[in-house]
C-alpha cells in the first residue's frame, strides 16, 4: 500500500512568488494535515482538511492556504513568498480525526526554498 | 536529503548501548504523548505513545517513561543500532483532541556509531 505521498520535492522561489505544494493521503484516509518544519525547530501545524473542509487552522498568516479535492488529496498554496518560509512542509493523513484511534501517517516532504 | 537536524541537541552512543532521549512539556493538560523518529530525508515516523494514566509503556526495543509531576518524558532504546540514528521528537496534547492540537518538540538527533 502507498503511503503518503508528496509533490514537488524540492521547490525553489524567489521572494514574492507564489508556491503550491502537493500531497496526496494514504487510500482511505481522509483527514490531511500539514506541518511547516523551519530548521532548529518544531513542527508547526498548519492546516487540518476533512472531507474536504477546512476543520481548523494554525498560527499562519492568511498568505498560507490550501484545499482538499473530492479524491482526498489536497494542495498548499504560499503566496507573497517570504525569506522566512524557507522549510520543510510535510503532509500527514490519518483515517480517524480522534487521535485516541489512529495513527498519523507522514509524506517525506517538500523543500522549499526562498532566496 | 537534507537533514533536519541542524542545532539539535546530539546524543552520540555506541552500538549496542542503551540510549535514553529526553523531552520537557509545558502543558499541564496534556494527556497524550508521542515519540517520532525522522531519518534524514524522510518524514516522521510514528514509535511510540503514552497516555497520562500510564507512566512507563513499552514497545520493541523502546520504552517510553511519563513523569506528570515534572512535565517529563523520555524514550529509552535499547541496544542502540546504526539505523536508529536519526531526529528523535515528542509530542503532547489532549486526548480526545485532534492531531492540529498537537505541540511538537524540537527534537533530538541521536548518532549511533558502528
Known amino acids: 500500500e502507498a503511503g503518503v505521498t508528496q509533490s514537488p520535492t524540492h521547490l525553489i522561489k524567489t521572494r514574492g512568488q507564489q508556491a503550491t505544494l502537493r500531497c496526496s493521503p494514504i487510500?482511505?484516509?481522509?483527514?490531511v494535515y500539514w506541518y511547516q518544519q523551519a530548521l532548529g525547530l518544531g513542527l508547526q501545524f498548519l492546516l487540518w482538511?476533512?472531507?474536504?473542509?477546512?476543520?481548523n487552522r494554525g498560527n499562519f498568516p492568511p498568505r498560507f492556504s490550501g484545499r482538499q479535492f473530492p479524491n482526498y488529496s489536497s494542495e498548499l498554496n504560499v503566496n507573497a513568498l517570504e525569506l522566512e518560509d524557507s522549510a520543510l512542509y510535510l503532509c500527514?493523513?490519518?483515517?480517524?480525526?480522534?487521535?485516541?484511534?489512529?495513527?498519523?501517517?507522514f509524506g517525506e516532504g517538500s523543500r522549499l526554498t526562498v532566496l | 536529503g537534507e537533514s533536519v537536524g541542524l542545532h539539535l541537541p546530539t546524543l552520540s552512543v555506541q552500538e549496542g548501548d542503551n540510549s535514553i532521549i529526553n523531552c520537557a512539556y509545558s502543558?499541564?493538560?496534556?494527556?497524550?504523548f508521542i515519540w517520532y523518529k525522522q531519518e534524514s530525508g524522510k518524514g516522521p515516523q510514528f514509535i511510540i505513545d503514552i497516555r497520562s494514566n500510564m507512566d512507563k509503556r513499552q514497545g520493541q526495543r523502546v520504552t517510553v517513561l511519563l513523569n506528570k509531576t515534572v512535565k517529563h518524558l523520555s524514550l529509552q532504546i535499547a541496544a542502540t543500532q546504526p539505523g536508529d540514528s536519526a531526529v528523535y521528537f515528542c509530542?503532547?496534547?489532549?486526548?480526545?483532541?485532534?492531531?492540529?492540537?498537537?505541540?511538537f518538540g524540537k527534537g533530538t538527533m541521536l548518532l549511533v556509531s558502528p
Open positions: 482538511y476533512d472531507e474536504g473542509e477546512e476543520r
Open positions: 502543558n499541564s493538560a496534556s494527556d497524550y
Open positions: 500527514a493523513s490519518s483515517f480517524f480525526v480522534s487521535r485516541s484511534a489512529g495513527e498519523l501517517f
Open positions: 487510500s482511505g484516509h481522509t483527514s
Open positions: 509530542a503532547e496534547g489532549p486526548m480526545n483532541s485532534g492531531y492540529s492540537t498537537l505541540t
